[in-house]
């Protein structure tokens, strides 16, 4: 059966005396979540290429967006220029009259002092709108300077770029051999022995503290499906002994969600407060701490639930 990461609500998996305040979900494993938490190895290596490929993303985004920010600079820089060569134009126009207003000078004084004053006021305007554009360059080339230098500041080089691409390619090609090894069906000296023996003999390993054994006979009883809720909460109980609690978790909530009814609920959801508290989800784990007390209040769980709840 394959394992579901959907959440799954609280008062569903522990119905009857749990309530809305109480834990709402086993959310172990939700990647879609805010804040993940109980991940296995795996999933903790898609988080974290995930994160990466968001990174790059943002990163590429801003820069698309200062390039364009750049572009209209320069485009305004342009026009600043071909102002300034049009003004220096018309100054050459403007020596060319006053070379002509110095001869004119000698053979009409009239005529001279009108030109002379119109050339003084072109002059004074150009002197004046040259200064503005000079004072916009200044300033655009300031700004251009400045996204430059944030540009190459968080610019994503091509090695960058192409490192995290080899990282993607090989978790995929990693993803891919798991999938196909897991598919293939392989041949065990476990095949040939029935279900119940096989349980039986999970029970031995699990009694001695075998639990590489133990956990090899129960993932094949789930293959089976052969009691696969309580093949779980063992596998789970064996990853909580080791510290596992990442795992642990995982198995608990699969299977709670397969049978919520068992004997051994109020260990399972202990044991997934404290694995949840080891984890560093003290929130979620007290929700569940609360949710022992309030559903086997009489249990030697509970007083223990309680112990984790005091401050």
Not at 193 to 212: C, D, G, P, R
Not at 268 to 274: E, G, V, Y
């Amino acid at each position: 059966m394959k394992f579901s990461r959907k959440v799954l609500l609280l008062s569903t998996v522990f119905p009857i005396l749990l309530t809305a305040a109480e834990p709402s979900a086993f959310g172990a494993g939700d990647l879609n979540s805010p804040n993940p938490y109980g991940l296995t190895s795996n999933e903790k290596v898609i988080l974290d290429t995930k994160n990466r490929l968001h990174k790059v993303s943002v990163k590429s985004n801003n820069q698309e967006n200062q390039l364009d920010s750049l572009r209209e600079r320069i485009d305004g820089l342009q026009s600043i220029i071909e102002s300034l060569s049009r003004k220096a134009h018309n100054n050459k126009i403007n020596l060319k009259k006053q070379n002509e207003l110095s001869e004119l000078k000698t053979k009409n004084s009239s005529e001279y002092e009108k030109r002379l004053g119109e050339i003084v006021q072109a002059n004074s305007n150009s002197l004046e709108e040259q200064k503005l554009l000079l004072e916009k360059q200044k300033i655009l080339m300031g700004e251009m300077s400045l996204l430059l230098d944030t540009i190459n500041t968080k610019y994503v080089s091509k090695e960058e770029f192409n490192t995290l691409v080899n990282d993607v390619n090989k978790f995929k090609s990693l993803i891919a051999k798991e999938l196909k090894s897991s598919s293939k069906p392989t041949k065990s000296k476990l095949d040939s022995v029935s279900s119940k023996e096989l349980y039986k003999q999970a029970k031995k390993y699990f009694n001695k503290k075998y639990y590489t054994n133990a956990i090899e006979n129960y993932e094949l009883l789930i293959k089976r499906n052969y009691k696969p809720a309580y093949s779980h909460y063992m596998i789970g109980e064996m990853n909580y002994r080791r510290k596992n609690y990442a795992n642990a978790i995982s198995y608990y909530k699969k299977s709670s969600s397969l049978y919520s009814k068992a004997s051994y609920m109020p260990t399972l959801m202990l044991h997934t407060a404290i694995s949840m508290s080891k984890t560093g989800d003290k929130q979620h784990a007290n929700a569940f701490f609360k949710a022992v007390v309030a559903k086997y209040p009489n249990s030697v769980e509970a007083e223990e639930a309680n112990i984790y709840l005091q401050p």
